[in-house]
């Protein structure tokens, strides 16, 4: 499932910008990585401040941050880009541009102004279509057949600007929100590049997003990836594999939380929703309507494993449901 590109222009042989890169977690990587390997000159990276993450709780840096480091870059780290600290130091890099991938805080106006040709955000969804936080993820769970990646002009509005160009991306009937990010944010890096490039020749035109179809991809929160045993078995499959990897779908067994990785729908197989039964064809858990198969599960305080193999130690009697 190759990736489809439009761009509204663009030509070989562009001058080159200078461009501050902003970026946070992993699906950021291959812009920076194509950015690096371009005519561009990316001077600095700004990324969110380095956490505490893991049971140690000790401090990691952001994946760019770690990419950034690699590379001989300065780091920017503000608490906020409202800093007048980091907006003088944006203003010092004299950045033609500064393209963002998942970066994680809002910019202010007064950062929006500084360089000549803006920010320019590449984000994974076909705009207006799943504006917000959690484009991948809402894309899965709704059960579109396809999406892909938008370039606009950072605004103040939530994912309103301009667009760029766009490369489009099918969605598979077992990706995982994991699976699709990981292919979106390598065909998406391609379309980054040309973007900055038809902006660098003056080729490239950012036309108004429409007023139809847009859609809203808030965060998803861990109370969503709960598992809703009354809905139809495509609709939780769907909904466990858009949460997969992260937060990661779970349900309830024994009064403890149980997290599971995708299931595979069975909609011919009739048991009471929540309802579970093991034999010869598996792990099977009742929905709405119809039923799934389980894959892998992690109980509580344990590692994932095989569903049938969680079955034999825990063996369910007859009657006994999940999420109850």
Not at 36 to 50: C, F, G, I, N, Q
Not at 155 to 170: I, K
Not at 242 to 269: D, H, K, Q, S, Y
Request: charged share 20%.
């Amino acid at each position: 499932m190759g990736g489809h590109g439009r761009l509204h222009a663009g030509r070989e042989g562009e001058p080159a910008l200078r461009l501050l890169f902003a970026g946070t977690p992993a699906p950021a990587v291959p812009s920076l990585e194509a950015l690096l390997a371009s005519d561009h000159e990316v001077v600095a990276v700004l990324t969110r401040p380095d956490a505490r993450a893991g049971r140690g709780r000790a401090v990691s840096r952001s994946p760019i941050a770690e990419r950034a480091d690699a590379a001989g870059l300065p780091v920017l780290q503000p608490r906020s880009p409202r800093e007048p600290e980091f907006l003088a130091r944006l203003a010092e890099l004299q950045v033609d541009c500064v393209p963002v991938v998942a970066y994680g805080a809002l910019i202010p106006q007064a950062a929006l102004d500084v360089p000549l040709h803006g920010w320019v955000n590449l984000h994974f969804s076909l705009l207006p279509a799943w504006r917000g936080a959690a484009p991948v993820q809402h894309a899965i769970m709704a059960g579109d057949e396809v999406t892909g990646a938008s370039t606009f002009r950072l605004e103040a509005g939530l994912d309103t600007g301009p667009v760029f160009g766009t490369v489009t991306e099918g969605i598979g009937p077992r990706d995982t929100a994991g699976d699709l990010l990981g292919r979106l944010a390598v065909s998406g890096a391609g379309l980054l590049v040309a973007t900055l490039d038809g902006i660098a020749a003056g080729t490239l035109v950012a036309e108004p997003q429409p007023a139809e179809g847009i859609s809203l991809a808030p965060k998803v929160e861990s109370a969503d990836a709960r598992v809703d045993w009354s809905l139809p078995s495509h609709v939780v499959d769907r909904r466990i594999r858009g949460v997969t990897p992260a937060p990661g779908a779970w349900t309830t067994w024994r009064g403890e939380r149980m997290r599971l990785g995708p299931v595979e729908p069975l909609p011919a197989v009739e048991l009471d929703p929540g309802e579970i039964v093991v034999g010869g064809d598996g792990v099977l858990v009742g929905a709405g309507r119809g039923a799934v198969r389980l894959g892998q599960v992690q109980p509580a305080g344990k590692r994932m494993l095989l569903a049938a193999d969680w079955a034999r130690g825990a063996r369910p009697a007859a009657g006994e449901r999940m999420g109850a």
